[in-house]
């Protein structure tokens, strides 16, 4: 014959809970200290652009006063090439011009005072 009917029947004490909410792991740093983390980053950042800047600001005007006192040192270069060449160019004109009589080198061609050549002569 049968068995006896025997039901089944939970555990002293009943099932364990089921498990039905997410138990996600947390992931990584809260907003709060990303946000603090980029605030850090970025004030480091602005003090080294603030020091550049103080940097660069120094170098120009180190530049600008080293142009300023190199000015007169090559003003007399200049001035002086400028003579050599002059000098230079009598001295071509006395060995071209030393078969004619009354030819003074230098002396303008033009006979009107009021015309005068340049006695400057600027370079840039």
Sequence with gaps: ???PYRQDMPPPGGFEAIKYKRNLPLRGP????ILGGVTAVCAYGFYRVGKGNLEKRELQRE??????????????????????RQQAALERERQIMKDV??????KSVYNNPSHRPAETIVVI
């Design 30 to 33: 809260s907003g709060l200290v």
């Design 1 to 3: 014959m049968s068995a």
């Design 101 to 106: 009589p009354g030819w003074e080198p230098g």
């Design 63 to 84: 530049k600008v006063w080293s142009r300023i006192h190199l000015v007169p040192i090559l003003l007399a270069e200049g001035d002086r090439d400028a003579y050599r």
